[in-house]
């Protein structure tokens, strides 16, 4: 069974950092695209950014672009997110996610792709 626990959230003034972590568990991590999405009270869960199985293939969000970046370690079984200049609409549950699909060709960009969800961590960016 996948597991996917998030850690790493928590609150930050605008402008400070964060990085998010997600152990996997329970299958071959390293042959899976990983993806980090994000739900703002009141608003649609949206992928933030996503990772080829290999690392070697990666997505953003336009509101991600040049702040976010996502990496993974294959040998800890870790995909990490790690959030600069974090701006109060930042603010959301953010969830580590991935899907069914060994050795996929390229990434997910759309959350109802997804098949498997972390349980989410709270970032939230005071001004």
């Known amino acids: 069974q996948v597991q996917l626990v998030e850690s790493g959230g928590g609150l930050v003034q605008a402008g400070g950092s964060l990085r998010l972590s997600c152990a996997a568990s329970g299958r071959t991590f390293s042959s899976y695209a990983m993806g980090w999405c994000r739900q703002a009270p009141g608003k649609e869960r949206e992928v933030v950014a996503a990772i080829s199985w290999s690392g070697g293939i990666t997505y953003y969000a336009n509101s991600a672009k040049g702040r976010f970046t996502i990496s993974r370690d294959n040998a800890k079984n870790t995909v990490y997110l790690q959030m600069n200049s974090l701006k109060p609409e930042d603010t959301a549950v953010y969830y580590c996610?991935?899907?069914?699909?060994?050795?996929?060709?390229?990434?997910?960009?759309?959350?109802?792709?997804?098949?498997?969800w972390g349980q989410g961590t709270q970032v939230t960016v005071s001004s």
């Open positions: 996610t991935t899907d069914n699909l060994p050795l996929r060709i390229g990434v997910l960009t759309e959350t109802r792709a997804y098949d498997y």
